[in-house]
Nanobody
Framework: QVQLVESGGGLVQPGGSLRLSCVAT????????MGWYRQAPGKERELVAG???????KYADSVKGRFTISRDNAKNTVYLQMNSLKPEDTAVYYC????????????????WGQGTQVTVSS
């Protein structure tokens, strides 16, 4: 059974940057897609970015050009580099294992990390 551990969240000022990391253990990481999702208070969880085993990527329109998802198969780790952060990016960010991401569709996998809080505020 896969285990996911996120890190890298915190408090940052608008316009700042953060990098989230998610380490997967107990799984065949390199053969599976990975995703980052977020949930703000009072809102549903939404896809932020996904990456396939071949490193093809998919982004929510709200983060295109600001966020970058990447993976390091040697470290069983997926990253989310977040630049030009806005207050509306404030949410708990979750790592997801085993979903599906293509230009026209996506769905989440069954395994989730515990989440890491990102707060963008001055």
């Amino acid at each position: 059974q896969v285990q996911l551990v996120e890190s890298g969240g915190g408090l940052v000022q608008p316009g700042g940057s953060l990098r989230l990391s998610c380490v997967a253990t107990g799984s065949i990481f390199r053969f599976n897609s990975m995703g980052w999702y977020r949930q703000a208070p009072g809102k549903e969880r939404e896809l932020v970015a996904g990456i396939t085993p071949a490193a093809s990527t998919k982004y929510a329109d709200s983060v295109k050009g600001r966020f970058t998802i990447s993976r390091d198969n040697a470290k069983n780790t997926v990253y989310l580099q977040m630049n030009s952060l806005k207050p509306e990016d404030t949410a708990v960010y979750y790592c997801n294992f085993g979903g599906y991401y293509s230009p026209t569709s996506s769905w989440q996998g069954d395994s989730w990390g515990q989440g890491t809080q990102v707060t963008v505020s001055s």
